[in-house]
Nanobody, 127 residues
Framework: QVQLVESGGGLAEVGGSVRLSCIAS????????MAWFRQAPGEERQFVVAISQTGDLTNYADSVTGRFTISRDNAKNTIDLQMNNLKPEDTAVYYCAAGPTFYSGVAASYLASYDYWGQGTQVTVSS
C-alpha cells in the first residue's frame, strides 16, 4: 500500500500562484510514476500532469502547459506542483496519484493507470 497526502491548497487570485505538495509513504517511492489530477464540482476528474519515476520525463495536459510545473524529490518521497498564472477554471480539488508506469501519451490521463490516490486539496481561484 502507498499512502499519499497532499498539502498546499488554498485561495489565490487570478494570475497568482499556488504550490502543492504530495508526500508518499508505504512502499519505495521510486517504483511509481506520479501524477496530479483535479476535479471541479459536478465534473469528472481531469488529468493535469504526470512525472516518471526518475523525474526526467513529464506529460502535461494542454490546459496547464506553460503555467504549471511538476517536480519530484526521490530523497524526500515528494512531488510538487507549482501553479502560476492561475485562472478561475483552475479551481478544483487537486489529487496526487501513483501508478506503476509512466505514460507519455493519453494513457497518463486514465484514472485506471494509477493505483493509489490522495484525499485531495482544494484550490480556489477568485476573479
Amino acid at each position: 500500500q502507498v499512502q499519499l497526502v497532499e498539502s498546499g491548497g488554498g485561495l489565490a487570485e487570478v494570475g497568482g500562484s499556488v504550490r502543492l505538495s504530495c508526500i508518499a509513504s508505504g512502499r519505495p517511492f521510486t517504483l511509481y510514476a506520479m501524477a496530479w489530477f483535479r476535479q471541479a464540482p459536478g465534473e469528472e476528474r481531469q488529468f493535469v500532469v504526470a512525472i516518471s519515476q526518475t523525474g526526467d520525463l513529464t506529460n502535461y495536459a494542454d490546459s496547464v502547459t506553460g503555467r504549471f510545473t511538476i517536480s519530484r524529490d526521490n530523497a524526500k518521497n515528494t512531488i510538487d506542483l507549482q501553479m502560476n498564472n492561475l485562472k478561475p477554471e483552475d479551481t478544483a480539488v487537486y489529487y496526487c496519484a501513483a501508478g506503476p508506469t509512466f505514460y507519455s501519451g493519453v494513457a497518463a490521463s486514465y484514472l485506471a493507470s494509477y493505483d493509489y490516490w490522495g484525499q485531495g486539496t482544494q484550490v480556489t481561484v477568485s476573479s
